[in-house]
């Protein structure tokens, strides 16, 4: 490791991801892991590129980083030495961490009632209705365009157009029509080029961080338990999308997932696949 300059191999790196086609996220997000991995090798010696990974991967581990968040690192790694020194290390060699499977979490009925109520901003009122009732990530809220509402076309119901969300792909959502009136009402006589939420104090987009921060205040003031998140806002519409009867190849649709896999981890807080169980101390009490 002491032979590259990081300068230069980031630089190469950074091609080799944009020919891919990476996003700016995954770039941005790789380079950054790729940093970190010189910084390590900087003050650490090891006989090859896989116990350079796999001993960074440990000092990750110490450092009290999640399994998550350190196989992206890895996956940072392998692919810089893969494509810019031609050198695969594989699965075997240095696998990545095991991540355990959690329910996701989402608000209940009352709550999402609780958190619009309390908020009296008008249009953080309707940015927060709009990832709950669209299902958006908030990358997908920031870059949400005036002339991707498609208002009352579809027979009387309305949709927008999601633009480059995960994976680069556009798809459709359908809109509710009382969140359509609404966005309809606000975005009257806009320009359709323009962003449909643009911040208090100008600039040509909402920072993520504020969007995070003014739905965070929101749970607060609401008085909601648990970890606040923006993702908490798209996992309640596709969990109680499921609630209410949605079929889940809709949900799957509609949140822009590649694989049905990934949405089916919804189904797992509908407990609809449970309803039929059991009750076994009932029957071994004879009721």
Not at 203 to 213: A, F, L, V, W
């Amino acid at each position: 490791m002491k032979d590259i300059k990081p300068t230069e191999a980031i630089t190469a790196y950074t091609r080799k991801l944009k020919c891919a086609g990476r996003s700016q996220a995954t770039i941005r997000n790789y380079c950054d892991c790729l940093g970190a991995f010189f910084r390590y090798s900087k003050i650490h010696d090891h006989k090859s590129p896989a116990d350079y990974l796999e001993n960074y991967m440990v000092a990750l581990a110490d450092r009290g980083l999640s399994k998550k968040t350190i196989n992206l690192h890895r996956a940072a790694i392998v692919y810089f030495f893969k494509h810019v020194r031609g050198i695969t290390i594989s699965t075997q060699d240095v696998p990545a961490m095991k991540v355990g499977k959690r329910l996701p979490e989402f608000f209940t009925l009352k709550e999402m009632r609780t958190i619009l109520a309390k908020t009296n901003n008008y249009k953080h009122r309707l940015m927060m209705e709009t990832l709950m009732a669209c299902g958006l990530r908030l990358s997908e809220l920031q870059q949400l365009h005036v002339k991707d509402l498609i208002l009352g076309a579809y027979n009387g119901k309305s949709a927008m157009r999601v633009r480059s969300g995960k994976g680069d792909k556009d798809r459709m959502v359908l809109i509710p029509d009382d969140l359509a009136a609404k966005l309809a009402e606000y975005t009257h006589d806009t320009d359709c080029e323009r962003l449909v939420f643009l911040p208090d104090g100008g600039g040509k987009k909402y920072p993520k961080r504020t969007i995070q921060k003014i739905c965070n205040a929101a749970c607060k003031r609401a008085g909601v338990s648990g970890r606040w998140n923006v993702h908490k806002f798209r996992a309640t519409y596709a969990s109680q999308s499921l609630l209410c009867g949605a079929n889940v190849v809709a949900v799957q649709k509609a949140m822009g997932h590649k694989s049905l896999k990934t949405t089916s981890i919804y189904l797992d807080v509908t407990l609809d696949h449970m309803l039929e169980m059991p009750d076994i101390v009932g029957v071994a009490s004879g009721n």
